[in-house]
């Protein structure tokens, strides 16, 4: 029986939680690192979670990307003359095993998230990032929901992701996971907070709603334009 940390989560997004993850390839010597991965295909899209490496394929669908397109417009339209930055996938988040970690290399965490922003810019590398964003958004699919909705949720907590979106296509909603409670006034800092992040109790929010990350309070998202993206276009 599949059992969700997550208790507060709709009956929806909980089947998917059980019904689908991606398949872990596994070395029968162990566990991978960054090092690892990197002489891997660059066709073949993997990602490491605690040194276990999960295909991302299949591509996700139409509609996945078409919700990924507008969102990323919404956040680089806001951040175009501010410090940080937006990224979307394929892009190299890389969490070191600890704190003190020294050596990217040896990282067993390496994740590709739909989109993030970095307000940090001396995370960033040639590949991606280093250490946490400050924000990470990701779209459920049906081959990757597990691991977005459990094993991503508490690798992101553990290593200082100080808010995580999880929107869900199939059902209209979005969760919000944040280190900042509830109608925060709060500013757009980017200082990362001490490590352990601890996320405040998320919050499920319906395609009516116009929603702000919290860590981003000026900026604003109007679901309804957000899951209205190919809901209905067909392929011919």
């Known amino acids: 029986m599949c059992r969700s940390r997550s208790a507060n989560i709709d009956n929806a997004n909980r089947t998917a939680h059980c019904m689908y993850m991606s398949i872990p390839k596994r070395d029968k010597e162990g566990l991978f690192t ?32 078409g919700v990924l397109a507008y969102l990323a ?5 806001h951040f175009e003359n501010e410090a940080c930055s937006v990224y979307i996938a394929p892009f190299d988040v890389v969490l070191p095993n600890s704190e003190h970690a020294v050596k990217e290399e040896e990282s067993a965490n390496v994740v590709q998230p739909d989109l993030v ?22 779209i459920l699919s049906p081959s990757t929901a597990f691991k977005d909705m459990d094993d991503k949720l508490h690798l992101y ?31 757009s800092s980017s200082h990362a ?15 009516d709603e116009v929603v702000s990350p919290r860590v981003f309070p000026e900026l604003s998202i109007d679901l309804t334009r957000v899951f209205e993206r190919d809901r209905d276009r067909n392929p011919e």
């Not at 490491?48 to 996700?60: N, R």
């Not at 417009?73 to 339209?77: G, R």
Request: charged residues 25%; hydrophobic residues 30%.
């Open 34 to 65: 960054y090092s690892d991965y990197l002489t891997w295909p660059d066709d073949e899209r993997w990602e490491l979670i605690d040194g276990v490496a999960y295909d991302m394929s299949p591509a996700p669908e139409r509609r996945h990307q």
């Open 157 to 187: 907590e553990r290593h200082g992701v100080r808010e995580y979106w999880i929107l869900n296509p199939a059902n209209d909603t979005l969760i919000v996971y944040s280190v900042l409670p509830a109608a925060t006034e709060n500013t």
């Open 73 to 77: 417009s919404c956040f680089v339209n």
């Open 117 to 138: 922003v970095v307000c940090d810019s001396s995370k960033l590398t040639t590949r991606g990032c280093t250490g946490a964003p400050d924000f990470v958004l990701e």
């Open 193 to 207: 907070p001490p490590l352990p992040v601890k996320y405040c109790k998320p919050v499920l929010h319906t395609s």
